[in-house]
């Protein structure tokens, strides 16, 4: 049976470490297309889920455990920022672990999922950040519409809106040929 | 509007599944130590708290007893005693055991009986 995150909260509270295991395990996708949505930079991504994590873990009494996963993003997006504001004054260093960690599958097939993934990331890179981060959580993550909606507080109809401004404004930039001209 | 999806599974961090599962594995070790110090501080207040009740229980116990002892020796005030301990007379006394305000009329009779 699925154990609530109001439940899981309260015992990583308590220094359970299988408890916070599930939270990261279940919010990290999540946590990382939030992020990516930010920082447009898969490894910096990675580092603000890491960081998020962790802080989530210090701050945790301060959270309202029925609320776990909206207060977590809060704290991703605010990490993500910062570290896009530092990026922005001075290019980080590539982070040690992320250069460590190798692919255990083909390296074409690395090299293929690469360049698609770079051409996303520029397609989808003029976009608002709003834009970005409904297209990710919905396309990627496969949220409803109103669940974006309650997460990001936005009317479902504006979520639908900037979802069907975001893929179009990709596919332009992706030279795709759009099969459809219809406006909302 | 469409439903018509991107397809953007190349940006899906879990499709490079090691790399993934070492980023939750890291973020597991990092926090061990906030873990344990959690675990740690729950045991003490898991320890208080066994003893809290017990202790409140009984410092309760201790109060009731106190407060009925010193009833038994030091029975409550009343109007009585209290217009035997100041040695009280008309019209106050009569103020008081009646548990009514003085009146104007009251208060020249306590004037005149006081001078």
């Known amino acids: 049976m699925r154990e609530e995150d109001e439940t899981l909260v309260l015992r990583a509270r308590a220094g359970d470490a299988e408890a916070f295991d599930v939270l990261v395990r279940r919010h990290m996708r999540t946590a990382y297309a939030v992020a990516l949505s930010v920082v447009m930079e898969p490894t910096d991504a990675e580092d603000v889920v890491q960081d998020s994590f962790i802080s989530a873990l210090e701050r945790l009494d301060s959270c309202q455990p029925d609320r776990f996963a909206a207060w977590l993003m809060r704290i991703v997006r605010n990490r993500a920022i910062s570290l896009q504001r530092r990026r922005r004054v001075r290019r980080s260093e590539p982070l040690e672990w992320a250069d460590g960690v190798k692919s255990a599958e083909d390296p074409g097939t690395d090299l293929d999922r690469a360049r698609l993934r770079e051409q996303l990331l520029e397609a989808m890179a003029p976009l608002p950040e709003r834009q970005r981060e409904v297209l990710l959580l919905h396309d990627l993550e496969g949220w409803r519409h109103r669940e974006i909606g309650e997460a990001l507080g936005m009317k479902e109809g504006t979520v639908r809106y900037t979802l069907f401004r975001a893929r179009r404004a990709v596919r332009e930039r992706l030279g795709y040929e759009e099969t459809r001209k219809e406006e909302p | ?115």
């Open chain 2, 1 to 115: 509007m469409t439903d018509d999806r991107l397809d953007l599974s190349p940006l899906d961090p879990s499709r490079d599944e090691v790399r993934w599962r070492w980023l939750g594995a890291t973020i597991r070790n990092r926090a061990a130590a906030e873990l344990a110090r959690r675990a740690g501080r729950a045991g003490v207040l898991s320890t208080v708290g066994h003893w809290a009740w017990p202790a409140a229980a009984a410092a309760a116990l201790v109060a009731v007893l106190s407060g009925g002892a010193l009833a038994l020796v030091h029975p409550p005030a009343t109007t009585e005693h209290v217009v035997q301990a100041f040695d009280l007379e008309e019209p106050v006394s009569a103020w008081l055991e009646q548990g009514r305000a003085p009146t104007t009329d009251d208060l020249v009779l306590a004037l005149e009986r006081g001078n």
